[in-house]
């Protein structure tokens, strides 16, 4: 089961309240309390993404609660973000465990499936103001049999500009926001912004995205919903999203949207990968083949010229289903025509 609830407006008219409260700290903020939202399936994940501007000084900190039955858990405390490259209040808020479910770095994970969820958002002002929201989204999932793509893809490509994450400090580590500045590139030759034109330099990648896509509590930079944020940032529309086949991205690469997957494989299970196994990594797809192949740009290639590679569909399906339950990054520019 995957799904996908997102909110662009939060007045009272689209089921939000906005409250003065105290956060942990006791410092006065201004909480928004989203509707209760119930699911169309039972649900043991929750991803949540968002796009909010901060001033300086300024953060934002997200919770999710979910609803078994009539029983509410608690509001677990998901994420405190903000933009800042320096003192940075960015962080996630792993230690977060009781009966009913825990809070792994990104993802909410429930020991019993739930029905409903309902989000909080505090916003902490900074000497520049107070932060305000331009989209809140929450991707859901439940384990389940893993989809097979009747493999019918469409032969299409999109010019994504290559990055080759060796290239750079911590190498290895960093596919998260090597993908993430191919995406932006790509968006940068696409349409010609002159807000995304420092993305289009190879130096970017090291010294505008990873910094600011780390996680000090995580201590790495894949927390998928900072790489979101980040994108959203830089004047983009960008989610956390859940899908269920590889045939679902059809519409999206046929809109001229590249989207970022995430992936795990064992040795064997994934012909061309350019390393034996991967517990998770993240890799942009590009486009399809003919002959029912999958276009890449896989930052793990050694150079370069060996980013852009192609991947059995069955076996790059299996790949990001069965760890990730489908997880991807979308991004484009806000307003850009797209399936949903």
Known sequence: MRGFFTWRAFGTADGWEAAPASAADGAPVTQYTGPVVEAAAPFVQAVPSWCAHTPPGSWIELQVRARMGAHWTNFYRVARWDAALENSARTSLEGQRDAEGRVATDTLVLNTPAAALQVRVQLHAGAGGAPTLERIAVALSAPGEIATSDLALPALELAVPPRAQLDYADGPNI??????????????????????????????????????????????????????????????????????????????????????????????????????????????????????????????????????????????????????????????????????
């Open 175 to 340: 596919c998260s926001p090597t993908s993430v500045s191919m995406v932006l590139a790509y968006w940068q030759a696409r349409t010609g912004d002159a807000a995304l034109a420092p993305f289009a330099e190879r130096r970017a990648v090291e010294a505008i995205v990873t910094p600011q896509v780390y996680d000090p509590a995580y201590d790495g930079h894949g927390n998928w919903a900072f790489n979101t944020a980040f994108a959203a940032a830089q004047g983009l529309d960008a989610a956390v999203r859940r899908f269920g086949s590889l045939a679902e991205l059809v519409p999206w690469l046929a809109a001229g949207v590249p989207i970022i997957i995430s992936v795990a494989w064992q040795p064997g299970t994934l012909d061309n990968a350019p390393i034996p196994r991967s517990a998770g990594h993240l890799l942009v797809v590009a486009g399809f083949t003919t002959g029912g192949r999958v276009l890449v740009a896989d930052p793990r290639g050694d150079t370069e010229a060996e980013v852009r590679r192609e991947y059995d569909a069955a076996q790059l399906e299996y790949a990001w289903q069965s760890v990730s339950q489908g997880t991807a990054y979308v991004i484009h520019p806000r307003g850009w025509p797209v399936p949903e």
